[in-house]
C-alpha cells in the first residue's frame, strides 16, 4: 500500500487547537487527522454504502516508524 502525503491550508489557531485535542488523545496531529479521516470514510460508508475499492477506513495506514 502506498503512502501519499497531502499538504493543506489551516489558520494557525486551528492548527494550535487540532495540536491540543491530538496530545490530549496521545497522538501526533498527523495520527488524529487520520483518525478523523477515517471516521468520516466510515460515517460516509454506513449512510451511503461501501465506496468500491481495495482500501477500507477501518485499516491502519499509518506508515511504520524509522529505526
Not at 3 to 27: C, T
Not at 39 to 63: C, L, M, T
Amino acid at each position: 500500500m502506498a503512502i501519499k502525503s497531502v499538504s493543506i491550508r489551516i489558520e494557525e489557531e486551528m492548527l494550535e487547537k487540532l495540536g491540543y485535542v491530538a496530545d490530549y488523545e496521545g497522538r501526533s496531529v498527523n495520527s488524529h487527522v487520520l483518525v478523523l479521516i477515517r471516521d468520516s470514510i466510515k460515517a460516509f460508508e454506513q449512510e451511503h454504502g461501501a465506496i468500491e475499492g481495495s482500501i477500507r477506513p477501518d485499516v491502519n495506514v499509518k506508515p511504520a516508524r524509522k529505526s
